[in-house]
T-cell receptor
Framework: ETGVTQSPTHLIKTRGQQVTLRCSSQ?????VSWYQQALGQGPQFIFQ???????GRGNFPPRFSGLQFPNYSSELNVNALELDDSALYLC???????????FGPGTRLLVL | GENVEQHPSTLSVQEGDSAVIKCTYS??????FPWYKQELGKRPQLIID?????GEKKDQRIAVTLNKTAKHFSLHITETQPEDSAVYFC??????????FGQGTTLQVKP
């Protein structure tokens, strides 16, 4: 198992609400990437944070935003939740932007 | 845009047989190709990766081959065991650690 942790493990929200997901990177890693994995699909890249700044973004709307803290942990925030946002949200950490990524266990979000 | 196609979507083999999963990527600038194994309800786990300056890499029963000219790479698992049963994802990366994943292959190894 990797040292990447995520919280919470499960979350149920209703349409229009806002959610914050958290990720603690593996010791020694300064880069965190976030992915959305819909049921039966491969993970889709949302964005990456390196040294507290966004360092690349996938095809996700601005209501998906993030932060990285000085200890390299990270948050994913999603505003105005939609039913299609229901998915497993994975974070992955790496030691240098672009190097091997190790995934956390994910947060399963259900939007009703 | 960037795209990774993965085949087959499901694969069933007898224990001890070999399994091969193939991926094709669209962007010739891709330079890093990891493979992840994801068991039901668990995190994707890196099982092997290869960079564009290498044609083949092996780790015990697992090997990956890369053909840059054809823009495809493959995962080979030999002497399959029931515990190899899982969903396998290939991915490609151009830069900034942005991984583009394939759709996944569900591998079933029958005892």
């Amino acid at each position: 198992e990797t040292g990447v942790t995520q919280s919470p493990t499960h979350l149920i929200k209703t349409r229009g609400q806002q959610v914050t997901l958290r990720c603690s990177s593996q010791s020694g890693h300064n880069t965190v990437s976030w992915y959305q994995q819909a049921l039966g699909q491969g993970p889709q890249f949302i964005f990456q944070y390196y040294r507290e700044e966004e360092n690349g973004r996938g095809n996700f709307p601005p209501r998906f935003s993030g932060l990285q803290f000085p200890n390299y942990s990270s948050e994913l925030n999603v505003n105005a939740l939609e039913l299609d946002d229901s998915a497993l949200y994975l974070c992955a950490s790496s030691s240098i932007a672009g190097e091997t990524q190790y995934f956390g266990p994910g947060t399963r979000l259900l939007v009703l | 845009g960037e795209n990774v196609e993965q085949h087959p979507s499901t694969l069933s083999v007898q224990e001890g047989d070999s399994a091969v999963i193939k991926c094709t990527y669209s962007d010739s600038a891709s330079n890093y190709f990891p493979w992840y194994k994801q068991e039901l309800g668990k995190r994707p786990q890196l099982i092997i990766d290869i960079r564009s300056n290498v044609g083949e890499k092996k780790d015990q029963r697992i090997a990956v081959t890369l053909n840059k000219t054809a823009k495809h790479f493959s995962l080979h698992i030999t002497e399959t065991q029931p515990e190899d049963s899982a969903v396998y994802f290939c991915a490609a990366s151009i830069k900034l650690g942005k991984l583009i994943f394939g759709q996944g292959t569900t591998l079933q190894v029958k005892p």
